[in-house]
């Protein structure tokens, strides 16, 4: 079956504009989470989302970025006024359900830069 | 802020040659695992390993958990080319309402040269 799937693979954009990635996760899973990822380290946890509500949003660094999941699968990154700072890889995952022992299933990532 | 800590931060082996990666982390887990990434096939789960065990094995993968000294090493017998990767360790804590959360350390990059 299709794995976890995110829209653009690469996204360019100026320093001050908006942005949206997207995620398509497994069909079926009701947990879904955003991580990021720099250059040299590992992913950070962004937010995770028990169907359509976020369950904890606590990794979002700060107001200008903020996720949505309307009908409990699609999700979207939205990222306001983008800094240089925010150039990353974007992971969007996906789970069964948010329990400990149930696997993630990452998918490919957004490389988003700011120029 | 990441938990664990991979060293070494690279390592370079010959084909044939086993791999081994060690993992240390700050706080009381729930699981640990442990995650490949290349540019090909992104980030892939390797094997998680609960608190309460000790040692766990696939295939050509070999993981221990030390709970004392909040460690864990991945061992990767008779290593290939297409083992060339970044590995993560990466934990979930132990607090019932934040267990779904991943913590991932900084990786090691592996290279098996032919």
């Known amino acids: 079956g299709a794995g976890v799937s995110q829209t653009p693979s690469n996204k360019v954009t100026e320093k001050g504009k908006y942005v949206e990635l997207r995620c398509d996760p497994i069909?079926?899973?009701?947990?879904l989470y955003w991580y990021r990822q720099s250059l040299g380290q590992g992913p950070e946890f962004l937010i995770y989302?028990?169907?359509?509500?976020?369950?904890?949003d606590s990794g979002l660094p700060n107001d200008r970025f903020f996720a949505v999941r309307p009908e409990g699968s699609v999700s979207t990154l939205k990222i306001q006024r983008t800094e240089r700072g925010d150039s990353a890889v974007y992971l969007c995952a996906s789970s069964l359900a948010g329990s400990g022992y149930n696997e993630q299933f990452f998918g490919p990532g957004t490389r988003l830069t700011v120029l | 802020s990441q938990q664990g800590e991979e060293d070494p931060q690279a390592l370079s082996i010959q084909e044939g040659e086993n791999a081994t990666m060690n993992c240390s982390y700050k706080t009381s887990i729930n699981n640990l695992q442990w995650y490949r990434q290349n540019s090909g096939r992104g980030l892939v789960h390797l094997i998680l390993?609960?608190?309460?065990?000790r040692e766990k094995h696939s295939g050509r993968l070999r993981v221990t958990l030390d709970t004392s000294k909040k460690s864990s090493s991945l061992l990767i017998t008779a290593s290939r080319a297409a083992d060339t990767a970044s590995y993560f360790c990466a934990t979930r804590i132990n607090s019932g309402g934040s267990n779904y959360k991943l913590t991932f350390g900084k990786g090691t990059l592996l290279t098996v040269n032919p």
């Open positions: 069909s079926g899973h009701t947990a």
């Open positions: 989302f028990q169907g359509t509500g976020a369950a904890d």
């Open positions: 390993i609960r608190s309460n065990e």
